[in-house]
């Protein structure tokens, strides 16, 4: 009788809201709760056929009830295949593609001309779920992502298969979105990188543009070291050799071409016509470059040199040296610099692991070459060497109650852990011995992070880095030095001030460690060797002095600050410098800092990624001087697109990426217009080399957007008065205003849509054309009221990219002479101060085409009617033309964000004139 009755209406095929579909929900659920243990009414195949044609028309939130009902499980599979197919041709692949996997229909099926469409669409979740129980089709999945990678690849050939495809998502469809997807993808599945050559391509081609800005653009890598990434980069790729030589000439360095078409033996036909000319009248050998840059390392004197001769930098490469000098370097009450290395991924599919790890006492400085120790641990213990990294690679994490378990054993007391050395293995006992021993002071700067990835490189090591024991992070101790000095009065300026001295002049062309050593010790690390290829063996002289002095100058930093802190009469708490050592809590509910809870992390779940331990918050309680909103402009990476809409509303001058823009575009956005780089996940710690760790700021990805803005302005001490809120427009960043009377913008509005039927061919267009703003906020749109108590998002039209037409300043924008409403009745009426420049005149706006001067259209379109006929005063940004009113929003974020509001000096709010 269901079927009959559905196959006579219409109307359940549309909504959820209508008479059928009610009647399949409670015929469903009597169906479950009068046949128990999975049983289901018995049915005929002909009854199934009749209700797999209803499928095909069908909703989607009625497939598992129709699938249960009439056990389709057992339907006829043709019939099943053809329903599919059905669904498809009505380009309905989301449903199609459910159905499939709820008939496991997918041996029967071509993966492509089902996924593909889904790909376009961004629902990569929907094909993630199709091939979640196939390794083949997952395979597959992964080929077709990295063909798209492909540089012949054309986007509008493949959107011409499916004509009538809606939603495409074109900005997905690019490399460096394929590549991170795929990336995942591999990461999830365990599949070999080789299966997607493509994706490897693109990532060594963004590796060879990061090494030629470093090389061309800081000069901060030696040819020695640049030659040895980019032979690593290129490899035997003909592509990627033709790149190399395309941009050497690009950089008007045609004669490094010709010596790496030489070098590479590239085919004539493939190289410039500059580049054959070298070739044919210049013969330069390889290799002068290298003693150049041997000679060019050794003479740099104004740099940081190594206090020990060269003999005493002690290069460990197997077991029985480790057993002979490293319990020497341990003796009780020493201290120790410890440092580590490895070679620099640059976006590559392949993770490198740490390569040394370097240990230095007073006189002495031990080199470990840990991955030949960890392959001759290896081979003691009867396992191959390349056993190891492939386990690594398919290693699950063992559950939290069982990794409890083993360090509640693994912390049974010292005796123990020296009895089971031998059962545990060499290596592992002597590093528990490094790192637990509690007699001996380990330094290191932003060790927490170097901890952590050594764990992620050597699992086997688990035990020792959990037990560890008085490891100190200079970079924790020289904030909390400089915090100190910074609250003592000094004569001829602060105290911050003071303590960085004649040098200041300097810091700006150094960074993070070598900005310290260069603080304290009035000379910098010569850091062009942090680059090197880490894992070639043996190591260069430079390679050698390089690591030595990086862990080495820990040693005298460390009593350079202490030093400094007893002239001045400071009292250091060095218990709180301890990496895994808890502190208490505030009273607040916030999360633990992030150095806590990276040390849980050790002895739970290590992520995959780039070390982020050194990303440690300062509190709350910062030492910053006042900020007005004014003087804080940042630059949002793409990642956090929601929590720079939040900033703008704030007031906050935000420049974010987009989706498409690589990451080293923020540094060169951050250096040009003086911003703040606001980051999360792996480009941290890129970025905040490029600029330095006081422009760098780590944003915490599992809090909301809201909180993280909450966290940026107090970590930088902003203050934002209620006057900076909607002070500039939350889509393009703009500050520049003009103010519309209600009657004035329903003309507008009238003229627009006139327009846009003219051009479009059209009705009049329905209120609310354009692109709904996205991420958490899209419920509070600025403009939002709610007339006759229905509460409406307004929606604005694309916009071009308006960074070159930012401005500066902040601007409190005045608003029609009416009551307040909730929360924003509390302030005080007081007329705020404005700045003229932020507002612009009427006569900026022609009447006849709806735009300002500049030619940017005014979306009065968007603007429903009925918001037309109550709202008085409208408020318009010249830079995108989206329109503002007054609404409920101001409210609610006066309320959400009371708690970092300041009304000391400013009560007022945009709304008062």
Same mark, same amino acid.
């Given at each position: 009788m269901l079927v009959d009755i559905l196959e006579v209406r219409s109307d359940w095929r549309r909504s959820r809201a209508h008479l059928a579909h009610h009647i399949i929900t409670e015929f469903s659920d009597w169906v479950a709760s009068h046949h128990p243990q999975g049983k289901a009414l018995p049915c005929d195949w002909e009854l199934q056929a009749r209700a797999i044609r209803l499928l095909s028309s069908s909703q989607g939130s009625t497939m598992d009830p129709f699938i249960h009902m009439y056990q389709l499980e057992t339907a006829d599979r043709q019939h099943l295949i053809s329903a599919v197919k059905g669904l498809q041709k009505k380009d309905r692949y989301q449903e199609a593609a459910h159905l499939a996997k709820k008939m496991h229909l997918q041996p029967y099926l071509n993966f492509r001309?089902?996924?593909?469409?889904?790909?376009?669409?961004?629902?990569?979740?929907?094909?993630?779920?199709?091939?979640?129980?196939?390794?083949?089709?997952?395979?597959?999945?992964?080929?077709?992502?990295?063909?798209?990678?492909?540089?012949?690849?054309?986007?509008?050939?493949?959107?011409?298969?499916?004509?009538?495809?809606?939603?495409?998502k074109h900005e997905r469809m690019h490399p460096k979105s394929l590549s991170k997807f795929v990336t995942r993808l591999l990461d999830t599945y365990k599949i070999d990188s080789e299966l997607c050559p493509n994706v490897k391509q693109y990532r060594a081609l963004g590796a060879m543009k990061f090494l030629f800005y470093q090389k061309y653009?800081?000069?901060?890598?030696?040819?020695?070291?640049?030659?040895?990434?980019?032979?690593?980069?290129?490899?035997?790729?003909?592509?990627?050799?033709?790149?190399?030589?395309?941009?050497?000439?690009?950089?008007?360095?045609?004669?490094?071409?010709?010596?790496?078409?030489?070098?590479?033996?590239?085919?004539?036909?493939?190289?410039?016509?500059?580049?054959?000319?070298?070739?044919?009248?210049?013969?330069?050998?390889?290799?002068?470059?290298?003693?150049?840059?041997?000679?060019?390392?050794?003479?740099?004197?104004?740099?940081?040199?190594?206090?020990?001769?060269?003999?005493?930098?002690?290069?460990?490469?197997?077991?029985?040296?480790?057993?002979?000098?490293?319990?020497?370097?341990?003796?009780?009450?020493?201290?120790?610099?410890?440092?580590?290395?490895?070679?620099?991924?640059?976006?590559?599919?392949s993770q490198p692991r740490v390569a040394l790890v370097q240990v230095a006492r007073r006189d002495?400085?031990?080199?470990?070459?840990?991955?030949?120790?960890?392959?001759?641990?290896?081979?003691?213990?009867?396992? =191959?060497?390349?056993?190891? /990294? !492939?386990?690594? &690679?398919?290693? %699950?994490?063992?559950?939290?109650?069982? *990794?409890? #378990?083993?360090?509640?054993?693994?912390?049974?007391?010292?005796?123990?852990?020296?009895?089971?050395?031998?059962?545990?293995?060499?290596?592992?006992?002597?590093?528990?011995?490094?790192?637990?021993?509690g007699d001996v002071l380990k330094l290191g700067y932003d060790v927490g992070g170097d901890i952590q990835y050594l764990l992620t490189s050597y699992p086997m090591l688990k035990p020792a880095l959990q037990q560890s024991s008085r490891v100190l992070?200079?970079?924790?101790? =020289?904030?909390?030095?400089? /915090? !100190?000095?910074? &609250?003592?009065? %000094?004569?001829?300026?602060?105290?911050? *001030?003071? #303590?960085?001295?004649?040098?200041?002049?300097?810091?700006?062309?150094?960074?993070?460690?070598?900005?310290?050593?260069?603080?304290?010790?009035?000379?910098?690390?010569?850091?062009r060797q942090q680059l090197s290829e880490w894992e070639r063996r043996p190591l260069t002289t430079a390679q050698l002095l390089y690591a030595a002095s990086d862990a080495y100058c820990l040693l005298e930093v460390y009593d350079g600050l202490l030093q400094k802190a007893k002239a001045a009469k400071l009292s250091v708490n060095l218990e709180k410098c301890m990496v895994g050592k808890k502190v208490q809590k505030p009273r607040h509910s916030d999360p633990a800092p992030d150095d806590e809870r990276l040390w849980k992390k050790i002895g739970t779940e290590v992520p995959a990624t780039l070390p982020a331990a050194n990303l440690t918050r300062p509190p709350e309680s910062c030492s910053r001087e006042p900020m007005s909103v004014r003087n804080f402009a940042v630059v949002c990476d793409s990642m956090l697109q929601g929590l720079g809409r939040y900033l703008r509303c704030l007031g906050v001058d935000v420049h974010i990426l987009e989706n498409i823009e690589e990451h080293r575009k923020a540094a060169e956005i951050a250096r040009a217009e003086r911003r703040v780089i606001l980051t999360c996940g792996l480009p941290y710690q890129t970025l905040r080399s490029q600029v330095g760790e006081d422009c760098c700021y780590f944003v915490d990805?599992?809090?909301?957007?809201?909180?993280?803005?909450?966290?940026?302005?107090?970590?930088?001490?902003?203050?934002?008065?209620?006057?900076?809120?909607?002070?500039r427009c939350k889509v393009c960043n703009g500050n520049r205003y003009m103010k519309i009377s209600g009657a004035d913008m329903a003309r507008v509005a009238v003229t627009r849509r006139e327009l846009l039927r003219a051009t479009a061919g059209q009705d009049d267009p329905e209120p609310g054309y354009g692109v709904v703003l996205g991420d958490d906020l899209a419920d509070e749109a600025q403009g939002c009221v709610e007339p006759g108590g229905v509460r409406w998002s307004p929606t604005v039209a694309p916009t071009q990219d308006f960074a070159g037409k930012s401005w500066r300043g902040v601007v409190a924008l005045p608003g029609p002479e009416k009551t307040m409403s909730r929360a924003s009745e509390s302030w005080s009426s007081r007329t705020p101060r404005y700045y003229p420049a932020c507002f612009v005149d009427n006569q900026e706006l022609d009447a006849n085409t709806a735009s300002f001067a500049d030619g940017t259209a005014l979306l009065a379109e968007a603007i429903p009617p009925g918001v037309l006929e109550t709202v008085q005063l409208f408020y318009c940004c010249v830079t995108c033309g989206k329109v503002f009113w007054e609404g409920s929003h101001f409210s609610r974020i006066l309320s959400q964000f009371a708690d970092v509001l300041s009304t000391e000096s400013d009560t007022s709010t945009f709304y008062e004139s």
């Open positions: 001309e089902l996924c593909t469409p889904l790909l376009l669409q961004d629902k990569l979740n929907v094909v993630e779920g199709y091939v979640s129980n196939s390794p083949e089709l997952q395979q597959e999945l992964v080929r077709l992502l990295d063909s798209w990678c492909h540089p012949d690849f054309n986007l509008g050939n493949l959107l011409q298969q499916y004509p009538g495809l809606q939603q495409v653009g800081e000069k901060a890598m030696d040819d020695e070291n640049w030659n040895d990434h980019i032979s690593v980069a290129v490899g035997n790729n003909p592509w990627l050799q033709e790149q190399l030589v395309m941009m050497l000439c690009s950089y008007r360095d045609v004669t490094a071409a010709a010596r790496w078409a030489r070098r590479l033996k590239m085919p004539h036909d493939r190289l410039p016509s500059a580049v054959l000319w070298i070739l044919s009248n210049q013969r330069q050998e390889d290799g002068s470059e290298e003693e150049e840059s041997a000679m060019a390392y050794s003479s740099r004197e104004d740099c940081y040199q190594l206090p020990v001769p060269l003999d005493q930098v002690i290069f460990i490469d197997n077991l029985a040296d480790l057993e002979m000098h490293l319990p020497a370097m341990l003796q009780p009450g020493c201290t120790l610099g410890v440092d580590m290395e490895w070679r620099p991924s640059f976006g590559v599919l002495r400085v031990l080199l470990l070459d840990l991955p030949r120790l960890s392959e001759e641990e290896e081979e003691e213990s009867g396992r =191959q060497p390349g056993q190891r /990294r !492939l386990a690594r &690679a398919t290693n %699950v994490e063992p559950r939290a109650h069982d *990794e409890t #378990a083993q360090l509640q054993a693994s912390c049974s007391g010292r005796c123990e852990a020296k009895n089971s050395v031998a059962e545990e293995g060499r290596l592992l006992g002597l590093m528990r011995r490094l790192f637990s021993s992070d200079i970079a924790v101790l =020289q904030k909390q030095v400089e /915090r !100190l000095l910074s &609250a003592q009065p %000094v004569a001829g300026g602060s105290g911050a *001030e003071v #303590a960085r001295g004649a040098t200041a002049t300097r810091t700006t062309e150094e960074r993070g460690l070598s900005l310290l050593v260069l603080q304290t010790l009035g000379k910098a690390l010569d850091k990805c599992k809090e909301k957007a809201k909180d993280q803005a909450k966290a940026v302005l107090r970590h930088f001490n902003v203050q934002v008065t209620p006057s900076d809120i909607f002070s």
